[in-house]
């Protein structure tokens, strides 16, 4: 005996998502079907909508319903500097602290040898494109503190520094109100390389 | 600056899937927007359909898209017999072993006074006229070998037996295949109390 045909069909879709193998995606099923008809009904109208209305900026990679998106519209941010981040979702974590007035620009992803990840998979080729055009006087690399995250942003410096463009990396430290005994030996190697006068 | 609004919907309806929280949200809905337009599409007219063309039989409590559902249909079908699972996931398990020809009936979950899931939250009382009218001679209880599931099972059976209608529980012991080492002390227990002559 199957499930229901509407029941097999939903536990597909959500087979599709990541992470999500068939025993969640069998729970998730059976809790859509207990959920209020109008929450069943705006999840399909979102889904549908996203996939819709949004795109990435063709400029900077964000995600967005406009393009160019928003900020690189915004002529009152500071045209001279970008800030190159990993995936779209780090801009709006980073335009949360209210304070980098710059631009952006999404690789979407690092490099990464293991998952056949090169530079051509990257937005490396638009990046640089905007430098040539741009009045860029700094690049400031967000990307991740992992492995493959430092060698996307050593790659990307040795690439632009000879155009005599100022390339930063996001210093590395302590969290702020955490505590020494708690960090990782690389987390107090990077805190202790970067300490500054006070 | 906040997501684009059909990102934050689309999270939002995420994020009312059980065990889904905003980060995990977040990740599927971008990974949504990745997602072939296809895939997207289908997921969409799945939910809408799940929702719209399943039903919870309205004898049985199975999922069904037929009232009643084809089990409860079906005159081959051993009507003597009433096998009672938590939910209707567990009748899908026990039809794949192609042995049981009897019916079934959903409790929609167990007594679970912590949750404040008291007897009249589950379906006993349509289990209960089933009993009545049916040429029912034995109640198989089917419910999760977990506190829960024992409480309920003892408590149907004080409820079932004295309209003098045999009440069997499923055997507890250990599973198929498995290594007495790794067993815990309870199935163990169980085990030994559950032998059988050889």
Redesign the interface.
Known sequence: ???????A??I??YM????IGSK?A????????D?P?D????????????????HYCSICGN???DDPCDICQDRQRDQSTILVVE???D??TL??MHEYQGLYHVLQGVLSPIDGKGPEDLNIASLLKRLQNEAVKEVIIATNATPEGEATATYLSRLIKPAGIKVTRLAHGLSVGSDIEYADEMTLLKAVEGRQEI
Chains 1, 2 share one sequence.
């Open positions: 005996m199957q499930y229901p045909e509407p029941i069909k939903l597909e879709s599709k998502l990541p992470g969640t069998t729970r998730l099923a059976f809790f859509t079907i959920m008809a929450d069943v009904t705006d999840f399909a109208k979102a889904l549908i909508a996203a996939k819709r209305d949004l995600i967005t319903e995936y779209p979702k801009i709006m335009e949360r």
